[in-house]
Every structure is written in structure tokens, then in C-alpha cells.
């Protein structure tokens, strides 16, 4: 087990276009979480899953956002026409209890939108 | 708003020194709280988690909880330059989400 692998780590892209992150849990935690970070602040919560049910989702999240985890294993999470305040890191976390013994977090996808 | 509040810091220490870092929460329902580190450009790293009024240690590090008051608190003894990093303070919110601080910057000097 090699933690939450999240991919990829960087993505730039242009405003306008789509884009796609990936995020593989520690293979025996059933609950995923979605966060984003801006520079300067504490990660903030978009969207969990508990196994493949999206049971919250913020109202951060627009409808240009999409979260996705088929078969409750690996999650993608999408942003339809990037905007630059959608310019972040993105953080995927998993967890075997519902949170109260703490979350591993993935190394992250830096998104920076131009 | 549920919140969690932070001293952005820098905090500078120098290296063999005890670091302690605040952090105060708004919710009361709040049952776990969280101290992760993070070096810049990485992701959040779990160092301890407490839930019961008091004191919890592990290794260098001491948590400190006190519920009456809505205070937590992170005890870094024997600081190194190393420990140099943003400290994050988080509290559940319900029993999934957390509420995180801005992070409070630590700086060792050697």
C-alpha cells in the first residue's frame, strides 16, 4: 500500500477548457474526500464519498464541478470551463472510520488556470 | 459560520526549544481535532489527533485540548530546523468534514 496516489501533480491549462483529476485511496478505506487549497489558506471541503454514494457536496462546488466514484473505488473529480479563481490544489483523502482518527491526504494536483 | 482560527505566524524558535502553537474553534459540537503538517508546495501530513480533554503525547510532540474553553493547542519540545513547515489545526464538523485554520507558519533557527 502505497497511500492515496493522486494524478496528475501539475496541470495548466486554458481558461475554458475541461479537466480531469484522479485519486486512488488507500485500497481499504471506504471513504474519500475532496479538498481544495488556495495559497495561504487551510484546505477547504468540496465533496465525500462513502463508497461509491457522493453523500455532500459543498457549495463551493459549482455546477462546472463533477465528482465521480464508480464502483467506490478510485474518484475523479472534473472542472468543466476552468476559470482562473479555479486555480488551486486539489486534495484527495481517504479514511477507513468516518473521519474521527484523522484522514491521509494525496500529494495533491496543482491546477493553475491561464 | 463554523471556524477555526489560527495566528498566521511567522513563529521563529530556536532550534532545542519548545514551539507551541494556539489554535481555537467555533463549533461545540466539534469531537476530534487535528494538528497536520505541511512543508510548502506539499500536501497536509497527519501528526496527531485528540478528542478528550487534556494532554496526549507523541514523541516530541504534546496535544492539548480544552473543550471549555474551545482551545487547542500543539507542543513541538526539542524543536529542529526540520519542523520548519505550516502547522494546520482542524475540527470535525459533524462526522466527516473537517474545519481547518489558515495554518500557523513555524520557523527553527538553527
Known amino acids: 500500500d502505497t497511500g492515496v496516489s493522486q494524478n496528475p501533480r501539475h496541470k495548466i491549462t486554458k481558461r475554458g477548457q475541461n479537466v480531469t483529476f484522479r485519486c486512488d485511496p488507500i485500497s481499504e478505506h471506504n471513504r474519500l474526500y475532496w479538498y481544495r487549497q488556495t495559497l495561504g489558506q487551510g484546505p477547504e471541503f468540496l465533496t465525500y464519498?462513502?463508497?461509491?454514494?457522493?453523500?455532500?457536496k459543498s457549495r463551493l462546488l459549482s455546477d462546472r464541478f463533477s465528482a465521480e466514484r464508480p464502483k467506490g473505488s478510485f474518484s475523479t473529480l472534473e472542472i468543466q470551463r476552468t476559470e482562473q479563481g479555479d486555480s488551486a490544489m486539489y486534495l484527495c483523502?481517504?479514511?477507513?472510520?468516518?473521519?474521527?482518527?484523522?484522514?491521509?491526504f494525496g500529494s495533491g494536483t496543482r491546477l493553475t488556470v491561464v | 459560520q463554523k471556524e477555526v482560527e489560527q495566528n498566521s505566524g511567522p513563529l521563529s524558535v530556536p532550534e532545542g526549544a519548545i514551539a507551541s502553537l494556539n489554535c481555537t474553534y467555533s463549533?461545540?459540537?466539534?469531537?476530534?481535532f487535528f494538528w497536520y503538517r505541511q512543508y510548502s508546495g506539499k500536501s497536509p501530513e497527519l501528526i496527531m489527533f485528540i478528542y478528550s480533554n487534556g494532554d496526549k503525547e507523541d514523541g516530541r510532540f504534546t496535544a492539548q485540548l480544552n473543550k471549555a474553553s474551545q482551545y487547542v493547542s500543539l507542543l513541538i519540545r526539542d524543536s529542529q530546523p526540520s519542523d520548519s513547515a505550516t502547522y494546520l489545526c482542524?475540527?470535525?464538523?459533524?462526522?466527516?468534514?473537517?474545519?481547518f485554520g489558515t495554518g500557523t507558519r513555524l520557523k527553527v533557527l538553527a
Open positions: 463549533d461545540r459540537g466539534s469531537q476530534s
Open positions: 464519498f462513502q463508497n461509491e454514494a457522493q453523500l455532500e
Open positions: 483523502a481517504s479514511s477507513y472510520t468516518g473521519g474521527a482518527y484523522g484522514y491521509t
Open positions: 482542524a475540527a470535525t464538523s459533524g462526522t466527516y468534514k473537517y474545519i
